[in-house]
């Protein structure tokens, strides 16, 4: 099925790059509908945050490309949760093989050391100022308390799977069920952690040596 | 056991990274004025609860398309166009900044698409800029 009319529409309007607002009333228009269609395709085990993120990608992944669609062949709703399932897929396979064991720890989102020792070093520029921004921070990408937790929990080197296990509360499940979930959502959050903290370290470290006023 | 809601406020985080957007520089600039999203928000005289969108709006193209654009942008968010111009311009400025380390004046990238047409737009400097600030800049 082709673009709809209001798709059609939408789509000329980013190709042109003359409208600052053609994208977020897009946004408006399609993000609900896109996250229930993939969470419906992906099945109800599926994470939602994941789901969201992979919808969210596979939008800004249309605004910066919008001319690898073609409004002839495909309806634009149907594109972007193609799109979405297919990076959605490949996020699942991954920790999969986290479930496996098929992952190696030197895969970069297990080397926490490495990253705490980068949040350590700012403090050496203005302690408190740089702890407090670290976890307005982490708020901000975490708004789930349950996440929340298990950052607190990375960030305080905890290797153990007991305490993660504590906050996922999940149930009756065998042990090494509960184990495998844990490991899963220690993952999950540490590769969000990640990439948000590196863009703000990088920021921090810009600030640090160029003398800027936030740290 | 997960408590987590959908929101545009996620994806306009996400679009934090894309740099045609407004997510990015916004976001810059709330964090080295210490500003929240009240606070931003009051700034541009606009709800709180708009600022996801604002987000999620491309910057605005330079002159001579600036004014249009930003035009667009505060009707849409419905906030104050001289302020959201200011705030958009000193938010790139900043962005800028951190890329270059400091080697260009604020007041001269906030003027680099100056146009007499557009002269209370482009000419007022950001508010985040002083006189200090400057000096500091061209250390």
Known sequence: MQATLQEYQFHQRLCARDDPIAFAELAEWLYSGLLQDVRTRAGYRADPMLVEEAVGQALLDYHEQPDRYDPARLSLQKYLVMSAYRDLQNASAKEQRVQAHQVSLFDPAFQFDELIEDIEGLKSIDEQLAVDELWAVIDETFPDPVDRGIVELIVNHEHASEPYIRLLQPGDLPRDEQVRLAKLAQYRVARRLRRHLAQWLARAHTRAHTGGDAL | ?139
């Open chain 2, 1 to 139: 056991m997960n408590h987590y809601q959908p929101s545009l406020n996620r994806l306009a985080l996400l679009a934090r990274e894309r740099p045609l957007l407004l997510a990015g520089p916004l976001h810059l600039y709330q964090e080295q004025e210490g500003l929240g999203d009240e606070q931003l928000a009051a700034m541009l005289g606009c709800e709180p609860e708009s600022l996801s969108r604002l987000a999620l709006c491309e910057r605005p193209r330079p002159a001579p398309h600036f004014r249009q654009d930003v035009e667009r942008i505060a009707a849409y968010i419905h906030a104050d166009m001289l302020q959201l111009a200011m705030v958009i311009r000193a938010a790139e400025s900043r962005e800028t900044l951190s890329h270059r380390q400091g080697t260009t004046r604020p007041t001269l990238l906030a003027a680099r698409d100056h146009d007499e047409s557009e002269s209370k737009l482009e000419e007022p400097q950001a508010p985040d800029t002083t006189d200090d600030e400057q000096e500091d800049d061209t250390r």
